[in-house]
T-cell receptor
Framework: SAVISQKPSRDICQRGTSLTIQCQVDSQVTMMFWYRQQPGQSLTLIATANQGSEATYESGFVIDKFPISRPNLTFSTLTVSNMSPEDSSIYLC?????????FGPGTRLTVL | QKEVEQNSGPLSVPEGAIASLNCTYSDRGSQSFFWYRQYSGKSPELIMFIYSNGDKEDGRFTAQLNKASQYVSLLIRDSQPSDSATYLCAVTGEAGSYQLTFGKGTKLSVIP
């Protein structure tokens, strides 16, 4: 199975600032996904990131707020821009590997 | 809108018993079905992946899929206290769709 790492594992940020979250996979994967899990809630897909193309965002999520990069088949970043306390959440990177879907350990973000 | 429904629980079972977790989904074209285990403060861990009608067994876990009834279940035999977690059901869309829709999860508590 694909092994996924994320940086940072957690952060506390001030309102109005931005944070970039990194996702690294130990093998080449076509499909990478970014999810958000708010406290006590299930997972919500933010966007799908394919290498060499623009990310595809789900309803309610926009590129200006959550810009994504996918420079190669093993790496992606998600930026949470102009943060507010409502952005406090766990952000998870996920990959599709031969039909299986794996998740990274997550980044716990607190916005003050 | 695609929906995935799970009983939120909590579901309590004695140690050694069979735990039965259920999930229904609204999109009749859904192709693949996943069960994840999530411990508090951790990211989802993939347990089972099923895409054909019938049963799929892996150790103490059995996933059951009935596409006609739009129903998927997870059985955990010989439940252990370490199985206490939230179990998330996730469903993909039609063929060619990579979107994974999650249920809200069922909290399982295995009583020693």
């Amino acid at each position: 199975s694909a092994v996924i790492s994320q940086k940072p594992s957690r952060d506390i940020c001030q309102r109005g600032t931005s944070l970039t979250i990194q996702c690294q996979v130990d093998s080449q994967v076509t499909m990478m996904f970014w999810y958000r899990q708010q406290p006590g809630q299930s997972l919500t897909l933010i966007a799908t990131a394919n290498q060499g193309s623009e990310a595809t965002y789900e309803s309610g999520f926009v590129i200006d707020k959550f810009p994504i990069s996918r420079p190669n088949l093993t790496f992606s970043t998600l930026t949470v821009s102009n943060m507010s306390p409502e952005d406090s959440s766990i952000y998870l990177c996920s990959v599709e590997d031969r039909g299986w879907r794996f998740f990274g350990p997550g980044t716990r973000l607190t916005v003050l | 809108q695609k929906e995935v429904e799970q009983n939120s629980g909590p579901l309590s079972v004695p140690e050694g018993a069979i735990a039965s977790l259920n999930c229904t989904y609204s999109d009749r074209g859904s192709q693949s079905f996943f069960w994840y285990r999530q411990y508090s403060g951790k990211s989802p861990e993939l347990i089972m992946f099923i895409y054909s009608n019938g049963d799929k067994e892996d150790g103490r876990f059995t996933a059951q899929l009935n596409k006609a009834s739009q129903y998927v279940s997870l059985l955990i035999r010989d439940s252990q206290p370490s199985d206490s977690a939230t179990y998330l059901c996730a469903v993909t869309g039609e063929a060619g769709s990579y979107q994974l829709t999650f249920g809200k999860g069922t909290k399982l508590s295995v009583i020693p």
